[in-house]
């Protein structure tokens, strides 16, 4: 699986961005997906994923209520919606597959087999 996540840029603080992460292969419906990010000093951290139908979805504390994870298996996408944005969101965020309808995605990095480049969000004050 090929993973191209797109949408980040710079936003002020209280604003909106969505990113998109696109897929290759023919079996997308069956992986769940994740996002995760990393800010400029820091370790790697989960943001938000949800199961292959995205019927159940799972967020770190610090965006819950802020941010949406959905998914649109035709178009073999899925996507992070952020509202709300506080500088201390700025980072490179990533997206990731799981294993095909495995149980591990809540698991933090260890449920997540592939990995995209990375889109970088800049949040100003």
């Known amino acids: 699986v090929q993973l191209q996540a797109s949408g980040g840029g710079l936003v002020q603080a209280g604003g909106s961005l969505r990113l998109s992460c696109t897929a290759s292969?023919?079996?997308?419906?069956?992986?769940?997906m994740g996002w995760f990010r990393q800010a400029p000093g820091k370790e790697r951290e989960f943001v938000a994923a949800?199961?292959?139908?995205?019927?159940?979805?799972y967020y770190a504390g610090s965006v819950k209520g802020r941010f949406t994870i959905s998914r649109d298996n035709a178009k073999n996408t899925v996507y992070l919606q952020m509202n709300s944005l506080k500088p201390e969101d700025t980072a490179v965020y990533y997206c990731?597959?799981?294993?095909?309808?495995?149980?591990?995605?809540?698991?933090?990095?260890?449920?997540?087999?592939?990995w995209g480049q990375g889109t970088l969000v800049t949040v100003s004050s």
């Open positions: 990731t597959a799981g294993i095909p309808y495995g149980t591990t995605w809540r698991d933090g990095e260890r449920g997540y087999r592939y």
């Open positions: 292969g023919r079996t997308f419906s069956s992986y769940p």
């Open positions: 949800c199961d292959w139908s995205a019927s159940s979805t």
